[in-house]
């Protein structure tokens, strides 16, 4: 029997329109780090929540308007119980990790960093963990420090607890690399943070669709997360700040909801989480991030965890047999291949797997930075999901053996 948990065996690849191609072909989609596909389960509480249960929230006294308030709070409270949240007023609702940022730079940052002070970063990050920190660096007179990688491509924490100092207010880093896949210790972390009187923000973006997160025995400040990665719809994402720290925050965008009396003299604003989350929200969005977590918990995300790294140990070891390819990040990386191909830009590899019907990304991944680190202008990724299977891996292998042809005949 294979070591690797099949889709088949957990019975997934069938909840999952998107993986059949028009004229019903097998779809070999490993482009889960940017987006993953969704379940019917998902799609179907979508149009529920979009034709016969849809009303507005929070507004309306008739009855339907009164039971979709109650949908769209249980799936707050849903998201709480998700990543181990002391409450769910310690949930906002955004449009996705990048907002969840971008709010934390503007709110918090706007009210508590002034000249002088510093902001740490890592060499990995995402481009939506790096510009947020320079705007905000720029308008206050703050300066940024970046922590260097390890040779295998995890964020240095020795680096990090030597360079670490009290003017340094925030550290803010990746949980999963989108590009190696390496995972940092986020207890350690936020205990070197802590030791230095920061803050410690997390990037969840490719940790919560493949491992337990529990943002309490993490020790973090401030956790951001998109639903479109967590098998649920683009639109909508959270971020999780501890309540002390939540509750002193300002406001960052004015309109609806957000307030409690408006005069034209002065308003008074509602407590967190409302006070972030002006004007009507995502609510049907919201309602699928609630069934996504129903979904990847009924599986269970152990299994998840484990399905993903057998994938992730066998496709790295049968590219390390080709010997053009270049593989990036550790060996243990969380459901995420980088790599490269001597003489082939990534972007033709993408397309010539595209023929194949593998889907891949291609590019850069928003993190130029690490890039430049790692010596190229791009990689080639492969991304695993949990209806992902050794099927995937067949194709890109044979896609990658036809990408060497066509070079070695071009």
Request: charged residues 20%; glycine residues 8%; contains cysteine.
């Amino acid at each position: 029997m294979s070591a690797i948990l099949s889709p088949e065996a957990l019975d997934v690849r069938g909840d999952f329109p998107g993986l059949v191609t028009a004229d019903g072909r097998p779809w070999h989609y490993l482009d889960s780090g940017a987006t993953a596909q969704k379940p019917r389960q998902v799609i179907e509480a979508t149009a529920r929540a979009m034709g016969a249960d849809y009303a507005t929230v929070h507004r309306g006294v008739y009855a339907r308007s009164a039971d979709m308030t109650l949908a769209y709070e249980a799936a707050r409270r849903r998201v709480a119980r998700f990543i181990n949240a002391t409450s769910d007023s310690e949930i906002v609702f955004v449009r996705g990790a990048t907002e969840a940022i971008n709010l934390v730079a503007q709110s918090w940052g706007g009210a508590n960093l002034k000249a002088g002070d510093r902001i740490l970063l890592s060499t990995l990050e995402h481009h939506s963990n790096i510009v947020p920190w320079q705007l905000l660096a720029e308008r206050v007179g703050a300066a940024i420090d970046v922590v260097p990688l390890t040779l295998d491509g995890r964020i240095d924490l020795d680096a990090m607890a030597s360079m670490i100092r009290p003017e340094h207010r925030l550290v803010a880093l990746a949980h999963v690399s989108n590009v190696l896949g390496s995972v940092l210790d986020v207890h350690r972390a936020a205990d070197i943070a802590h030791g230095a009187g920061a803050l410690l923000l997390v990037d969840g973006c490719q940790a919560v669709p493949r491992m337990t997160v529990d943002v309490q025995a993490l020790g973090c400040d401030f956790y951001a997360f998109s639903a479109h990665k967590l098998y649920g719809p683009t639109g909508i994402g959270v971020l999780w700040a501890r309540s002390d720290i939540l509750q002193d925050m300002p406001p960052w965008q004015g309109g609806g909801s957000m307030i409690d009396r408006v005069t034209f003299e002065r308003t008074t604003y509602a407590p967190a989480p409302t006070r972030f989350e002006a004007g009507t929200p995502a609510i049907v969005e919201a309602l699928g991030l609630a069934a996504a977590i129903d979904y990847v918990e009924a599986i269970g995300m152990e299994r998840i965890a484990a399905h993903e790294a057998a994938l992730v140990a066998q496709a790295r070891e049968r590219l390390s047999r080709i010997n053009a390819v270049r593989l990036f990040g550790p060996d243990d990386a969380a459901g995420i291949i980088s790599f490269a191909m001597e003489g082939v830009h990534p972007h033709d590899i993408g397309t010539i797997l595209d023929e194949s019907v593998v889907a891949i990304r291609a590019g850069h991944h928003c993190a130029q930075p690490l890039m430049r680190h790692l010596g190229v202008e791009a990689t080639a990724r492969a991304s695993f999901g949990i209806y992902s299977d050794e099927s995937d891996i067949d194709a890109l292998i044979a896609g990658l053996d036809r990408v060497r042809a066509i070079f070695a005949n071009g």
